[in-house]
């Protein structure tokens, strides 16, 4: 072996290990509930996501330009530890978008969820002010139809409102982002 050649894949193996401990422990979805303390409001799932809400977010595409924005109304009912959230998008090109939650609760902060374009079941939890979600979502076929890895933080802020951000991977490349509050719906 050359040296060019060893020092090429030295270099490669640098670079690639950077990356990977840089997503592991640096990156957006390297969060877990561990990094929440009792300093903030505590986010608690029942409480807080109850009712009619409202939504408003950003989209943005792989190079952090924005793609698309949306306005969501939200119906929320909760029967013991079980919740059946719809939702309802309205984007700004004119389209709308219609899914149904169902989550359970587990006990210690842990719940898992449902939804019709969500194959299997995602997975979250509660710590402090935040809530961690992690599930895989089918995007319908007029967007491609392809299946992503999404990571959504939901974090309670003192007013009551929701900030929510998403990121959504293939290949381990993000290739989305969303950001949106929440807020219960304010009634006239």
Known sequence: ??????????????????????????????????????????????EHLDGQMQCDGVIFGPLGRVTSTFEADFDIRWEGDICTMNEEFHYHDGSTQVRSWRIELEGGGRFEATADDVPGKGRGEMAGPAVLFNYLITLPEDAGGYTLRAFDCMYLTKNGTIVNRSQFRKFGFRVAELVATIRKKETT
């Open 1 to 46: 072996m050359s040296d060019a050649v060893f020092f090429f894949l030295l270099g490669a193996g640098i670079v690639t290990s950077f990356v990977v401990l840089r997503r592991r422990f640096a990156d957006f979805s390297s969060q877990s509930a561990d990094d929440y303390t009792e300093d903030y409001p505590q986010f608690n799932i029942r």
